[in-house]
């Protein structure tokens, strides 16, 4: 989940599988996410956004789903690959509910650590 | 391009000290953007600018400075470091409004990982 202090949950996967990791947001005014990948000593790597009209979209072996209803976002990685070991995160946009006007107003949650196993 | 390069790659300062942390990017982006991020815990954004000579606070900016004197650069300052801001800095920017807009999403640099002591 997101509320976890220092300890990231972690998904271990075989490599070949698919991965799904989820992410739980926190407010349903916001109309836009975004899927960051985060690779050991690197900075936030973009993967995937989607807007709140939508509920799914499809990148390069990549999907996100969103679900309104419930406040759920996941990603779902195909034919999962070591090279996709990281840590995944997600961002919500809170866009004029949040502080400062619209700018600079993502959200990111903690994070979720995929491990891939040859 | 080279994207967001930050520098230095490590620093570690003695309380009280000052610092400043470097960052630039080459894609002409307008928003630039700073955040932290604490072990296990999401990026926190410190200070952003939507272009030259414009910056506005985030979520949380106390004991930081920044300036926009050219598109390309963003620096961020720290005054009397404390070892609350121990922690890893991530600079980043983007093309259309802010996180906002649909397919500009954020470009971040690999960080400055800073240790106050």
């Known amino acids: 989940g997101e509320n976890v202090g220092l300890h990231l949950p972690t998904l271990s996967v075989q490599e070949g599988d698919n991965s799904i990791i989820n992410c739980a947001y926190s407010?349903?005014?916001?109309?836009?996410f975004i899927w960051y990948k985060q690779e050991s000593g690197k900075g936030p790597q973009f993967i995937i956004d989607?807007?709140?009209?939508?509920d799914k979209r499809q990148g390069q072996r990549v999907t996100v789903l969103l679900n309104k209803t419930v406040k759920h976002l996941s990603l779902q990685i195909a034919a999962t690959q070591p090279g996709d070991s990281a840590v995944y995160f997600c961002a919500e946009n809170l866009g004029a509910s949040g502080y400062g006007g619209s700018q600079g107003n993502l959200i990111f949650g903690k994070g979720t650590k995929l491990s891939v196993k040859p | 391009n080279a994207g967001v390069t930050q520098t230095p790659k490590f620093r570690i300062l003695k309380i009280g000290q000052s610092m400043t942390l470097q960052c630039t990017q080459d894609m002409n982006h307008n928003y630039m953007y700073w955040y932290r991020q604490d072990p296990g815990m999401g990026l926190k954004l410190i200070y952003y600018?939507?272009?030259?000579?414009?910056?506005d606070k985030g979520e949380v900016p106390n004991g930081y400075n920044v300036s926009r004197s050219t598109t390309e650069d963003f620096p961020l300052r720290l005054e009397l470091a404390a070892p609350s801001q121990t922690s890893v800095y991530f600079c980043a920017s983007s093309h259309g409004q802010g996180a906002i807009t649909y397919n500009s999403p954020l470009h971040f640099g690999n960080g400055t990982r800073l240790t106050v002591t």
């Open positions: 600018s939507v272009g030259a000579g414009i910056t």
């Open positions: 989607i807007r709140s009209n939508m």
């Open positions: 407010n349903s005014a916001s109309d836009y």
